[in-house]
């Protein structure tokens, strides 16, 4: 596969994903306990032999940028092709802007692919759950010279309105395409996956072909270009939901998943931590689940996925969830049906994913979060003994003094504070120094033209008798 060059788009901002992507873009999101989706797609190039690959980030890329790094984990840093990261740059005689679609993000990247020895190009979904060997597909694509391939399955009718829908030939040459068609002819779609000649995608990219799906297969359609399709029968997943992530993950636990993490003829490659062996101590009970290395736990794990360092207090439940690196779920508190981002601590006592209520949506987000799966952003505090609801959003960050009541009924939101503003901070350190002043009878501040203080004297008072001085 050295004449192969892999392009992963890994810029999408994945919003169907509420809150688990609003700091991280959609290939960066923790999925499996210790992967991330990412891992899926990387695994595959090198598992195909495939060590020449170019990812195409753009949205929040901090946390993939630090996640892959050099490659190392997937044996590709290397001097000659390995992993190359591209973002969004500004060039002369262009106007600053983001990708505007996915063929956009490739013609913006064209003079990487340009001077690449090799003769076929994949482009690739970064936020897919799915195990192929891309062998085939390329020799496939070389044996009917074409100049594209698009890898097909077929899926439930009700998804299809979100994809690619084609109809193939005897000869499996593309002869209808409808792009996210509110009534799809057939249950046959693209998975997002293709594999072009080079001299056809230098050929068919333009200013004004953004989207592969949308314009530029379209357009090869229309200018009678050999256009394939290709069965891939193995396991797919398109993770885009809040309701897709948390079925993929939880479909891990069955005693025979079609996702089989354990194949040693597949390796999902991830970069991970040292951390110590998962602790189970005397109080714990653990049913179908899956617990990371560096987890303790003392409390009951019950159908969950657990990332590395997640810890479960005595007496803590743990229930049909996912909970991600190093949450703590406090004792006797109780996760239901819920996910749980980074960091996040649950409170003694308290209750995430609470009551029947299944189907009232999010008030914010109605779309996204309405079958019952709560939500809690990274970072984010749930007070001791609090009730929170089904479909509820906690926001990241969010800290105990953000919630107004301990009750936080479904389909609501918990927001943090905002920060407040420069001048906001300035005027309330001002008053806080006047009240100085008024008690310790010092000279108050003046402040010069860029808002800093000067000349500023303070006595501090004294403790009055009998108590306790200030601090």
Not at 292 to 312: A, D, E, K, M, Y
Request: hydrophobic letters at 40%; aromatic letters at 6%.
């Amino acid at each position: 596969m050295k004449r192969t060059m892999a392009v992963i788009l890994a810029g999408g901002e994945g919003e169907r994903l509420s809150i688990l992507s609003s700091v991280r873009a959609k290939p960066a999101v923790p999925f499996g306990g210790k992967y991330r989706i990412i891992d899926f797609t990387l695994s595959n190039c090198v598992n195909s032999d495939v060590s020449n690959v170019v990812v195409l980030t753009q949205y929040n890329p901090r946390s993939l940028n630090d996640h892959i790094g050099l490659g190392r984990p997937w044996d590709l840093d290397r001097n000659n092709g390995g992993v190359k990261l591209l973002q969004p740059y500004i060039a002369r005689g262009r106007v600053a802007e983001w990708y505007r679609g996915t063929a956009d993000a490739v013609l913006q990247n064209f003079n990487v692919i340009e001077h690449d020895a090799g003769d076929v190009i994949l482009i690739l979904a970064g936020d897919h759950i799915y195990k192929m060997d891309y062998q085939p597909f390329i020799q496939a694509h070389r044996r009917k010279r074409a100049d594209v391939t698009i890898a097909v399955r077929r899926v439930p009718l009700a998804e299809a309105t979100r994809m690619g829908i084609l109809a193939l030939d005897e000869n499996n040459k593309v002869v209808e395409w409808q792009e996210k068609p509110k009534h799809p002819k057939s249950d046959l779609a693209s998975m997002g996956v293709y594999v072009f000649s080079k001299r056809a995608l230098r050929k068919w990219l333009s200013e004004d072909r953004n989207d592969f799906g949308r314009d530029v297969i379209p357009a090869m359609l229309d200018g009678g270009a050999r256009v394939f399709g290709y069965h891939f029968d193995g396991y797919w997943q398109d993770v885009g939901t809040v309701q897709s992530y948390w079925e993929a993950n939880l479909a891990l636990l069955e005693d025979r998943p079609e996702l089989d993490l354990y194949d040693r003829e597949w390796l999902i490659h991830t970069k991970s931590e040292e951390r110590a062996p998962a602790h189970v101590g005397p109080t714990a009970q653990v049913h179908r689940s899956l617990i990371s290395h560096g987890c303790v736990i003392n409390g009951t794990v019950v159908n969950s996925v657990l990332s590395p360092g997640v810890r479960v207090d005595v007496g803590a439940v743990v229930r049909d969830s996912i909970v991600m690196f190093d949450s703590v779920i406090r004792s006797g508190a109780v996760v239901d049906r819920s996910i749980l981002d980074k960091e996040v601590v649950v409170g003694p006592g308290a209750i995430v994913g609470d009551g029947p209520d299944y189907d009232t949506p999010n008030k914010q987000e109605p779309g996204r979060l309405n079958t019952g799966i709560t939500v809690v952003g990274k970072r984010a505090i749930i007070p001791r003994g609090s009730r929170i609801g089904r479909n509820v959003k906690i926001a990241g960050d969010v800290k105990a003094t953000d919630f107004t009541t301990r009750v936080v009924r479904s389909g609501s939101s918990v927001d943090a504070a905002r920060p407040a503003s420069a001048a906001a901070r300035l005027a309330a350190a001002n008053q806080r120094q006047q009240q100085r002043v008024a008690v310790g009878g010092g000279v108050a501040p003046s402040t010069n033209g860029h808002g800093a203080s000067s000349s500023v004297r303070t006595t501090r008072p004294t403790a009055s008798a009998g108590g306790d001085s200030e601090g």
